[in-house]
Every structure is written in C-alpha cells, then in structure tokens.
C-alpha cells in the first residue's frame, strides 16, 4: 500500500458532525458471520454522531422494492445482534438491481428517505454493484426529474451519493485487505470439524478427505491446513505438479509407515490442477482407496462453515470496520471515490473500492492464464506468506536427504501456558529441521535447562501438536539469572548456537538477562530471539501474543452464555472479572466483542465518581427495552475497587431498578484448544524466527564458532501495525513498565473510546490515526506482515 501522509495534530472526530445526513446500511450476497456487528456498529455509530440511520432489509432487493424494507434504525434495535451470525436485515441476489429501471427504482426510494450515505457489507459483486449505482446517480436523478417523481429541490438536496464498502465474505476472497469479515468464524467452523474428526480417524487408523468451501479463493484451505497440520492441501490459486498423485501417495504411504494414524487432506471446492481440470474429494479419496488400499472417508463442510456465532477476531474486526465506515462517510466530499474500509496487519486502511474489485478480478484472469504464481501474489501479502509457511512445514525429505548446518537450536517455552505454544514449537522443529538444524526441546523453561531436562527432537515427535492447548514441553516462570552457571555449563555440553524462547513477559525478562550475563558467560554469546506468547498480550514490541486471541474467545463465549442466562430475567448486571495481570487487553478488547456497558483496567484510572456514574447509566438503560448489563474488569485494575466491591456497590446503587451476579473466569481463559488465529500466528511466527536464527547463525560462525554478542543478536519478533519486526530486547527496555509489566504504550487503548461508543458513552475520539484513503499497488514491503 501507499502510506498516505499523516498530519502532526491531533484530529477528534467531535468535529465531524452527522447532523441533516441520512446513513442506509444493507448486507448483500452470501451471508458472513460478523455481518451484524458491523451493522451494529454502523447504526450506533451514525446515531452518535447525530444522523439518521435506516436498515435496507434484503440488501440490494429491499433498495428496489422499498416500502417497509426501508426502515429507521434506532439504538435499541441493533441490540443483542452482536453475537448472532448470519445477518438479521437479511441478503438476497437482486436481478432487478441490474437492470437500469430497477436503479431508477432504487434512487427513488433513497431520495424519498433523504439517504445520500450507503454502507455497503458484502462481497465483490455487492460493492461493484454500489459503485455503478454511484456512478449513474446524477443520470437517476435527472431520470426521476424528468419523468416528474422528484423535483429540482430534490435534485439539489440528493445531488451526491457517497458509497462506503466493507467486505462481509467467509472465502476472504478480496484483494486489498488481509481478513475479510466472517473468514475467522469460517475457520472456527471448520477446526472444530478437523478437531473432532482426528479422534475418530485415530481410532481406525483413517484418511479423511474435507472439502471446505473457495471456489475460486483458497485461503480456507490453506490456512485450515495450516491449522490442523493437513498432510496435503488443494486450492485453486497453486494446483499441484501434475505428478502430484504419486507424490501424495508416497507422502501418505510414508507417513503411515512413521506410525502416524491418520491423515488429513483439506481440499478447496474449487481445486484445480495445472490443465484448469477439477480436483474433487471424491476423486482424490478413490486415488487413496485404489493405490493405497487406505481407509478413506470424505467429508463435505459446506454451509456449516457459513454457521454459528461470530468469533472474537471477526466480532472486532466488524466494529471496527464499522466505526471505520461511518466516519469515512463523514468526512467524504463529492471527489472522494467510494472506498472499502480494510484491514492491513493490525491497522485500519481505506482504499479505492475499484481498485481492489480489479485487483480481484486479476486473480482470476491469472488462474485462467496459468499464471498461478501472478495469482497467489495478487492475493496479497498475507496469503503469500502463509503459502509459503505451508511450503516450509511441508518440505520434509528424508534424513539422508536432509542439509545439515552443524548447528544445534534450542527450543523452549518460559512463562505461564499460552494457547498456541505447541502449534510455534512444532513450526520452529520442522523448519529448523528441513534447513539443517538438529533442534532439542528443553523441558519446564529456563529451570529445567538449568536441571539438563535437553533432549534432541524429531520431525515426527511434534505430529499433531497444532491444535494441543497449554505447553506439552512445560513451561515454568523461573527467571535465567540466578541458574546462569548451570545453563551455561548446558549450552557448553549439548553445544547450543542459538536459542528460541517463546512465552510470556518472564521470557522477555530472561532474554534481557541471558543478554546482560554475556560479559560473564560466553556460552550466551549465541542468537536469541523470543516469539511472544500469553494470554495477558502485555509483551512490549508485539501488537499480539501467541493465545490472546483463544483467551478472548473464551471470555466472549461465556459472555454470550451469562448473557444468554438473563434473557428470562429482567434487569440484571453481570460483573465479570478478567485475567491479565496489569494489561487491560482481555478486559478492554473482550469487551468490545462481548458488547460491554463498561469495562475497568489499570491503564485507565477510575474514581467512585465514575462508578457512580456507570451505574446511573445502566439504571437509565434498564428504562428501555434492553434490560440487562455486563461489566468487565480486569484483576488488577485497581487495589481498592476489587471485584466484590464493585459488585456491592452496583447491588446497593441498583436496588429497586437491577439486581447483580458475579463471576470470576479465572484459568479457563489460559485452556483449551487454541483457536485457528493462534494456530495460524503461532506457525508463522515461530517459522519466521527460525529463518532469522538461520541468517543469523551464517553471519555469526566465524573462526570455527558462533560468536554473537550484539545488541541485535538478542531480539523479539513481534507483530507491529502492518509488520513483523524484529527488536532488540535491549532497545525495548525504554518502553516497558517493569513495575507493572506492561509496554508503556499500547495500541488497543485506541480501542477504547469506541467501545465506550457503542455502550452509548459520551467520549472524546482521536481520529487523527484513523484510516486514510490510500491506493492499491503490487508491490509489497519487505518486511511484510504475517
């Protein structure tokens, strides 16, 4: 992307008023899971900002038809819609859309309701259709006039149409973001299934053939693979060599021989192979069953993957994108091109919609072409890297065929359990192994190296590890510094050149100290990187850690359900305390996916003032049809207003108008399978780490030895705005609060003032970081994020 150039001074979005704008919202094509968060977000947003809001029900079909299908939105009716899938103003494919009568019908009906501001959630086709309709609005217009149905006053009034899309698509099919609404939930669909069926398939020794839904993307299939740890994978965009029947057979034949058993291959629906000839699940299991004599099993996912409740990421990610539009529309003058609000990295982006609809036809003409490689890199940034962290996991030879670096990796895990570890340890073994390395797992962290607990490990010790909660290697908490003798004396005796360490803030905190122990201990004269992994998401240099996001399904989860348990009971406030240590991260974010009235933390000191003041406005919301509250705080946001605390004071203040209930989540949030996002983070950013210890590892044998004693030999790798940056842990000192073990800045309080937004909350906005419009291109950084 084009970064835009930003402006010094701050810019708050008080200045953009909504006042005499009308904002229609609609939902069109397939429908996505997410679909209704955003169109939460969109209504309340808009009415905060002083416009009028209106639902378009039945997408483009309800525009044409009007009536009751174009109805005013109010605060209330979007309301227990976040956690819904599906989209509750309804999709329908409208013919009638497009043909230029039922334009001039749908133009009619916008002007009569003075709707001049569209959002658009949809996939490609939805918002190519938004586009035309905004280039021929003029041309309605004048229709309208001379067949006498609106009148000059009307003309003048209506005379600019402003399109906003975001893209609501479970295939993640649409170039110039990174994640598509509803993709996430997708691949929880589909994870879940791969989890259930590897105990079934285990049990009889069984190949089992999915077929998950892409006709003509393969991002399911290939970060699905990814996830479980597919033995082979088929996708449209790279269809395999045309050996690739021999090829498979011999993998599937060679794995079962290594006593692995099951296997799993995830196919596309719309697989292909290099003559643009269909690869179907029948086919490939009749291939298994004919030369293998394998049991073999096909299962077809379908519209499962469509089903069930959004998952934190996309519930997020739709409020964002949300938000995100709505001020888009504010600030869009009669210039300003319609555009897709996106997601690139971690960060918001606003680009032309039409150039990322004709990036993504490209893709397409590149497959028909046989230009495969064009096609994966048109899909974008994200979707190379996972392909080629696909093709790293999938590189196996045999051990005589192996390179061999004369290098031994050291791989352990420091801190408390993280969701995730397992999928990064087993990333870091493989790809170390395919370039050379002899890797050894070090049990129970920078104590059990201390103890000796170092053995070597294997390709096939860490099969099945991706979707394994907790740490199958141990991890403990102990700081490196007072056993550095005895870890030295271990890296002298297994002959240790580098080490990965992945954890949490007792990790970086070990890094640091092996680092400074230096000057005393050449043995720690080797590269260190650290891949951050807790559920606190409080590691300085990484936007993300490796389990936060399974933590925030699981608190999103039993939100839904404690809400869900209200719904008989009128007028109750649910008061759910977090974990986190200091960081207000799980508090903050899973009160934004959970639809929080209030959330506490540390990093945001509060008063009894403002207590008081939460509870007033829950008392004033329980005079309307939502009658019930929920509200988050994190275990250490504050000495004195502990848990029962608030939970008293909410019960005495709310006496007469709401009664309360308590619940601590307590180590739930640290269980549990990962889920697909830390799967999927875990893999890449422990295989990006070993590619760095491998660059490293050349550039520091000199004279017969490792020897690295920079600054940058020790690093973390972390996920920053758009990148994965790697960091000196020494230069990271200055931006950590060793005191409260969280960064000194941290990007998700930006989040903040929006969730506070959308609990009906009077804040201040700074939307000077807010997305800017910028331009597709096809060339992508260097250091590109995962």
């Known amino acids: 992307m084009a970064a835009p150039n930003r402006q010094d001074t701050k810019k708050f979005f008080e200045n953009l008023s909504g006042a005499g704008k009308s904002i229609g919202v609609l939902t069109s094509g397939g429908d996505a899971q997410g679909m209704n968060g955003a169109v939460r977000a969109v209504v309340r947003m808009g009415i905060y900002v002083g416009a009028k809001v209106y639902f378009i029900h039945e997408g483009y079909q309800g525009m044409v038809d009007g009536g009751q299908n174009i109805e005013e939105a109010t605060w209330e009716s979007v309301s227990s819609m976040l956690q819904v899938g599906g989209t509750v103003i309804g999709s329908a494919r409208c013919k009638e859309f497009r043909t230029l009568e039922g334009r001039v019908r749908a133009a009619l009906n916008l002007v009569q309701h003075g709707i001049t501001n569209l959002c658009v959630i949809g996939g490609d086709g939805s918002l190519t259709g938004a586009n035309l309709f905004r280039e021929e609005w003029s041309s309605l217009l004048e229709t309208l006039r001379t067949t006498g149905q609106i009148d000059d006053e009307a003309v003048q009034r209506n005379s600019v149409l402003h399109i906003v899309g975001m893209v609501g698509s479970i295939d993640n099919d649409f170039c110039g973001t990174d994640m598509t609404i509803g993709t996430d939930s997708a691949l929880h669909r589909i994870i879940e299934v791969v ?26 299939a290939l970060v699905s693979a990814l996830a479980c740890g597919a033995d082979w994978v088929f996708f449209p965009e790279m269809p395999p060599e045309d050996d690739w029947e021999e090829e498979l057979c011999y993998k599937l034949s060679g794995n079962r021989a290594d006593k692995k058993r099951l296997n799993i291959i995830i196919v596309a629906e719309g697989a292909i192979d290099r003559s643009n000839k269909p690869i179907s699940a029948d086919y490939i299991k009749d291939l298994v069953v004919r030369r293998l004599g394998f049991d073999t099993r096909v299962t077809i996912l379908g519209h499962v993957q469509r089903g069930g409740t959004p998952s934190a990421f996309d519930r997020i990610l739709a409020s964002r994108m949300g938000v995100e539009a709505v001020l888009a529309l504010l600030e869009a003058s009669a210039t300003t091109p319609a555009c897709v609000v996106s997601l690139v990295g971690n960060q918001s982006v606003r680009l032309p919609l039409m150039e990322c609809v004709q990036m993504t036809q490209e893709v397409q003409k590149a497959m028909d072409e046989k230009k495969f490689d064009e096609a994966v890199r048109l899909r974008g940034r994200s979707f190379e890297n996972n392909l080629h962290t696909y093709r790293l996991l999938c590189s196996r030879k045999s051990d005589k065929d192996l390179p061999s670096s004369g290098f031994n990796v050291a791989v352990l895990n420091v801190g408390a359990p993280a969701a995730g570890m397992n999928a990064a340890v087993r990333s870091a073994v493989r790809v170390g192994i395919a370039e050379g390395h002899k890797m050894f797992a070090v049990n129970d962290g920078f104590e059990g190296f201390a103890k000796g607990q170092i053995k070597e490990i294997k390709w096939g010790d860490v099969g099945g590890w991706t979707g394994q909660g907790g740490s199958l290697l141990g991890t403990k908490r102990t700081l490196p510094a007072k056993h550095a003798e005895k870890i030295a004396e271990q890296i002298r005796i297994h002959n240790i050149n580098a080490m990965l360490v992945i954890g949490g803030f007792e990790a970086y905190l070990g890094l640091l100290e092996l680092s400074r122990a230096r000057e005393q201990f050449s043995e720690f004269c080797v590269p260190m990187v650290m891949v951050p992994a807790t559920v606190s998401n409080n590691i300085p240099g990484s936007d993300l850690s490796i389990g936060a996001d399974t933590a925030l399904n699981a608190i999103t989860e039993t939100c839904d359900r404690i809400k869900q348990s209200a719904s008989g009971t009128k007028r109750r406030v649910f008061i759910i305390e977090t974990m986190g240590g200091y960081c207000g991260y799980l508090a903050n974010v899973g009160g934004l996916a959970a639809g929080a009235d209030a959330v506490y933390i540390y990093e945001e000191p509060f008063d009894i003032r403002e207590l008081q003041a939460n ?67 875990g893999t890449k950013v422990a295989a990006k780490a070993m590619q760095w210890i491998t ?92």
């Open 195 to 220: 989890d259930a069926i590897g105990t079934t398939a285990q049990s009889h020794q069984r190949t089992f053939v999915l077929e998950v839904m892409g006709r003509h993307c393969g991002y399911l």
């Open 615 to 681: 509870v007033e406005h829950l008392t004033e919301k329980m005079k309307t049809s939502i009658q019930r509250g929920l509200v988050l705080r994190n275990e250490n946001s504050n000495e004195n207003f502990t848990t029962d605390f608030i939970y008293q004071l909410y019960s005495e203040e709310g006496k007469g108008v709401f009664d309360c209930r308590k619940n601590v989540l307590g180590h739930m949030q640290q269980g549990g399978a990962p889920s697909p996002f830390d799967r999927n983070f």
């Open 695 to 786: 660059t490293t590892l050349k550039e520091t044998y000199k004279e017969g030895r490792v020897f690295a004693n920079t600054d940058d030999s020790a690093c973390l790798l972390g996920m920053r705005r758009r990148a994965m940056v790697f960091r000196p842990v020494a230069e990271l000192r200055e931006e950590t609060d060793f005191v409260h073990r969280i960064p000194k800045e941290q990007w998700w309080l930006k989040l903040r003032p929006l969730m506070k937004i959308l609990a009906k909350y009077r804040t201040s906005f700074d939307v000077s970081d807010s997305a800017q419009l910028e331009h597709v291109t096809h060339v992508r950084p260097k250091e590109a994020a995962i």
